[in-house]
């Protein structure tokens, strides 16, 4: 069966994202209790991640130097160093040393991500076959499944400290596994040439626009239902799983429709679909049509990342892939610098249904003006 020998043709990089899955699904169902942890308000908490997403930036100009440095093992030690800060979390008292925290895994989960991405497009490469989206479904199973799991140990009186030791502990032994050489000459130093600005540039925004809708269903979807809709912290944790398990499905189904239809035309009507969930999800009488939303939600937006990052990795040279995914990477890690402060300014000041309007607002923006760019680089380049 295809599915089953592209997983095995992308084993490797393929368990680090099962790793990045888990450590971002286990800290989404913990936020209401790190939140109270650490005695953070909305806007606080909203703009703690604006620290720690410089770490996540950062890893642009960190993964080349750590690729050249590691070579087949980078992809294995950023990943059980990603496990390993991802612990030191959870013993956060405060504020501050959370900050601290939430700045190192940022910084080595970017790392993480900008290497087994770029391992993915090398595979694709000389394989022929498209990989992204069935990786990064692979990311969301991974996501939806800690989500639970985490939600079921809340209730039973886990702590974060307890669940992210698990985690890190799980992460350490899949790191095993994941020894990922190059399949194509590495970039050298200074790389070979500059890489194309427009292509990384628009493929970067609607990279952001998707972590944005993401990374807001992440963080806020959880509050949205337990403090607006009343739920409980299993509902409340089973928020991030549905996006996570949607997300899984969306893009496995992505990965099959990647050989028939254009790659912007899936993300231009994976956008809207989007829109439409983040719109039903913020608008909700009920826990259920909140699920709902958040469901189609998952399932639109699961494709953008992957196809996107996709479409940058056949654009640019050999050569220059790890840098130009980097640099995209980076673009879009600027929803992790602007998002949360947004997402909690405005629940603050108006509230947390108008914070989900303007993640549709973006969402709808990446269709209308980001993909027809895309269309015509794309086209020139032909």
């Not at 069935?134 to 199973?141: G, K, R």
């Not at 427009?198 to 509050?223: C, D, K, M, N, Y």
């Not at 337990?226 to 899984?248: D, H, K």
Request: charged letters at 10%; one cysteine or more; glycine letters at 12%.
């Amino acid at each position: 069966m295809r599915i089953w020998s592209d997983i095995a043709l992308s084993r490797a990089p393929g368990a680090a994202f099962v790793a990045m899955g888990m450590v971002w699904a286990a800290f989404a169902a913990q936020v209401p209790v790190l939140k109270a942890q650490i005695g953070a308000s909305d806007a606080v908490f909203g703009g703690l991640f604006l620290i720690a997403s410089l770490g996540a930036i950062a890893s642009m100009w960190i993964a080349p130097l750590v690729d050249r440095a590691l070579g087949a093992l980078s992809v294995a030690v950023s990943s059980a160093l990603l496990g390993l800060s991802f612990a030191a979390v959870g013993f956060a008292p405060g504020v501050v040393i959370f900050a601290a925290l939430l700045f190192a895994v940022s910084a080595v989960s970017g790392v993480c991500d900008i290497l087994m991405n770029a391992r993915i497009s090398e595979i694709e490469a000389q394989a022929r076959r498209p990989l992204m989206s069935l990786n990064h479904a692979i990311f969301s199973f991974a996501y939806a499944g800690t989500a639970v799991l985490t939600g079921i140990a809340r209730e039973a009186g886990w702590g974060p400290i307890a669940v992210f030791a698990a985690i890190a502990v799980v992460i350490l032994v899949l790191s095993l596994g994941m020894r990922a050489p190059h399949l194509s000459q590495p970039e050298v130093e200074g790389g070979a040439g500059p890489v194309p600005r427009g292509i990384v540039w628009i493929g970067g925004l609607i990279v952001l626009a998707a972590f944005f809708a993401e990374q807001a269903t992440e963080g806020w979807s959880a509050l949205h239902i337990e403090r607006g809709l009343g739920g409980g912290a299993a509902e409340g944790a089973f928020g991030p799983a549905i996006l996570g398990l949607t997300m899984g499905f969306g893009r496995l189904f992505g990965h099959l429709l990647s050989a028939r239809i254009p790659d912007t035309v899936m993300i231009a009507a994976a956008c809207l679909l989007s829109a439409a969930g983040t719109a039903l999800a913020a608008l909700a009488p009920t826990i259920a049509i909140a699920y709902l939303g958040f469901a189609v939600l998952g399932l639109g937006v699961s494709v953008v990342v992957p196809l996107a990052m996709a479409i940058i990795g056949r654009m640019v040279p050999q050569s220059q892939r790890v840098r130009a995914i980097g640099q995209a990477s980076a673009i879009g890690y600027g929803a992790f610098l602007f998002g949360p402060p947004i997402m909690g300014s405005v629940s603050e000041t108006i509230s947390l249904p108008a914070a989900f309007g303007v993640v549709a607002i973006s969402l709808v923006s990446v269709a209308l003006i980001l993909v027809p760019l895309l269309t015509r680089r794309i086209a020139l380049a032909d």
